[in-house]
Each structure stands twice: as structure tokens, then as C-alpha cells.
């Protein structure tokens, strides 16, 4: 009956790291999208509407170029996919037809031009309309952005479960090595190390989503592949000798 108790609190509990894991990377995901907006805007203000566009453009493409040069089964499908998407959104914005979306750029920008002879109401509801547009415009690139940047991480998962069996088999060849010898272990460190399994590639892609900068990818897989694998490594020849 014990055992059932505590097999069954075990499961809960992952259940709700698994949870909390998944819900925090949904809200750094959006919080990342608003500080881009947020930021954008500035720039909007200060530079124009073309040069805020220009540079999230810039940014859509960085992501997309690493995605396509590191995973070509992610990007044979995502890039076909969200190009697909974007044509009909800025088809929508600008009322004409493309072909590739990312390649008329001019087309989005021409919305802040698109203004006709009307009367003041018909005017102001027009120029309404075009702010509207554009801001539209504003946060679907930068969901674009985001959403690449999701992939470019969740599409190495491999190379963190890799990381992750790697890290505990040598841990637990420590853990022999130590066992043999009449080493002492540590407690402490053992269950330090297990919470931050989590914690600590969580910082990380919070840090990547939220941080407005063009950070290389490779960089943050680097990051959450070397954290992953010190911290079982660490959590795992830190078990007890006897289990």
C-alpha cells in the first residue's frame, strides 16, 4: 500500500513538473512575442514603419536560414508551411496577389503609401484601416520570429535526449567507480542537481524567447546541451550506493 502511495505521488509529481514546464514555455513564448511588438513600436516611431519592418524581416530570415541549413526535414515542411501562411496574410493586408510572400517585402511597406483622394471622414476611417493593417502586419512577423525560434530549439530535441542518456551513463559509471572505492555521496547534491534539471534549460529558453536579440540558435542548443548533460551527470554519480 505504501509503495502504491508513493508511486502514485511520484507520478503526480511529474505530472505537474511536466506542466509547469510546458505552461512556462507557452507564456515565455507570448511574453517574448509582446516585448518584440513593444519594441518594434519604438522603433516604428523613431526610424519609420519600412526600417521597423525591414528589421524584422531581417530577423525572420536569420531564424529561417539556421533552421534550413541544420534541419532540412523541419525545414522542407515549417518554411513551406509559414510562407504559405504569411502570402495570405499579406495578401489580406495589401489586396493583391504574391507569389512569395518574403520576396515583396515592398508590398507590405506599401501600405504606409496607400493613401487615395477621399473626403475627411472617408480619410481618417482609411487611415484607421492602414494603422490597423499595420500593426497587424507588426505582430504577425513577430509571431513568425518566435515561432522559428520554438522550432530551432524544440527541433534539437535529440540531441537533448542524447545529452540526457549520455550524461547519466557516465554518472553512473562515477557512481560505480565509487561504490567500489568506499566513496561517500552526496545527499544534498543529488537532489540539488535533480531540480534543476528542469529549472536550468528552462531559464535558458526563457532568456532565448524573451531577450530581443539576434542570438544565434546553435549557441542556445550548445547552452541547454551542456547544462542538460552536467546536470544529470552531477545528479546521477551523486545517487546513493545502495538504491
Same mark, same amino acid.
Given at each position: 500500500?505504501? !509503495?502504491?502511495?508513493?508511486?502514485? !505521488?511520484?507520478?503526480?509529481?511529474?505530472?505537474?513538473?511536466?506542466? !509547469?514546464?510546458?505552461?512556462?514555455?507557452?507564456?515565455?513564448? *507570448?511574453?517574448?512575442?509582446?516585448?518584440?511588438?513593444?519594441?518594434?513600436?519604438?522603433?516604428?516611431?523613431?526610424?519609420?514603419?519600412?526600417?521597423? #519592418?525591414?528589421?524584422?524581416?531581417?530577423?525572420?530570415?536569420?531564424?529561417?536560414?539556421?533552421?534550413?541549413?541544420?534541419?532540412?526535414?523541419?525545414?522542407?515542411?515549417?518554411?513551406?508551411?509559414?510562407?504559405?501562411?504569411?502570402?495570405?496574410?499579406?495578401?489580406?493586408?495589401?489586396?493583391?496577389?504574391?507569389?512569395?510572400?518574403?520576396?515583396?517585402?515592398?508590398?507590405?511597406?506599401?501600405?504606409?503609401?496607400?493613401?487615395?483622394?477621399?473626403?475627411?471622414?472617408?480619410?481618417?476611417?482609411?487611415?484607421?484601416?492602414?494603422?490597423?493593417?499595420?500593426?497587424?502586419?507588426?505582430?504577425?512577423?513577430?509571431? #513568425?520570429?518566435?515561432?522559428?525560434? *520554438?522550432?530551432?530549439? *524544440?527541433?534539437?530535441?535529440?540531441?537533448?535526449?542524447?545529452?540526457?542518456?549520455?550524461?547519466?551513463?557516465?554518472? #553512473?559509471?562515477?557512481?560505480?567507480?565509487?561504490?567500489?572505492?568506499?566513496?561517500?555521496?552526496?545527499?544534498?547534491?543529488?537532489?540539488?542537481?535533480?531540480?534543476?534539471?528542469?529549472?536550468?534549460?528552462?531559464?535558458?529558453?526563457?532568456?532565448?524567447?524573451?531577450?530581443?536579440?539576434?542570438?544565434?540558435?546553435?549557441?542556445?542548443?550548445?547552452?541547454?546541451?551542456?547544462?542538460?548533460?552536467?546536470?544529470?551527470?552531477?545528479?546521477?554519480?551523486?545517487?546513493?550506493? *545502495?538504491?
Amino acid at each position: 500500500m505504501n !509503495q502504491e502511495t508513493s508511486s502514485n !505521488q511520484q507520478i503526480n509529481r511529474s505530472k505537474s513538473i511536466l506542466s !509547469q514546464f510546458v505552461s512556462t514555455v507557452f507564456w515565455s513564448f *507570448f511574453l517574448g512575442i509582446l516585448i518584440l511588438v513593444m519594441i518594434s513600436a519604438v522603433q516604428w516611431k523613431k526610424q519609420g514603419y519600412p526600417n521597423m #519592418l525591414q528589421n524584422l524581416n531581417s530577423q525572420y530570415f536569420s531564424e529561417v536560414n539556421y533552421l534550413t541549413q541544420h534541419n532540412t526535414f523541419l525545414s522542407n515542411r515549417c518554411v513551406s508551411f509559414f510562407n504559405l501562411l504569411d502570402q495570405k496574410i499579406v495578401s489580406l493586408m495589401t489586396d493583391a496577389k504574391t507569389t512569395f510572400a518574403k520576396s515583396h517585402l515592398n508590398e507590405k511597406i506599401s501600405i504606409e503609401n496607400n493613401e487615395g483622394h477621399h473626403s475627411l471622414f472617408t480619410s481618417a476611417l482609411a487611415d484607421s484601416l492602414g494603422g490597423i493593417k499595420k500593426i497587424t502586419l507588426m505582430l504577425w512577423e513577430s509571431l #513568425l520570429i518566435l515561432s522559428f525560434k *520554438f522550432i530551432n530549439v *524544440f527541433g534539437a530535441i535529440s540531441l537533448f535526449v542524447f545529452a540526457l542518456l549520455f550524461g547519466a551513463l557516465n554518472g #553512473l559509471v562515477t557512481r560505480y567507480v565509487r561504490t567500489m572505492e568506499g566513496g561517500r555521496e552526496s545527499t544534498f547534491m543529488f537532489h540539488k542537481m535533480t531540480g534543476m534539471i528542469i529549472q536550468l534549460p528552462l531559464w535558458i529558453i526563457i532568456l532565448y524567447f524573451v531577450l530581443p536579440l539576434l542570438i544565434n540558435p546553435t549557441i542556445i542548443i550548445g547552452l541547454l546541451t551542456g547544462s542538460l548533460f552536467l546536470v544529470v551527470y552531477i545528479a546521477t554519480s551523486s545517487l546513493k550506493k *545502495f538504491i
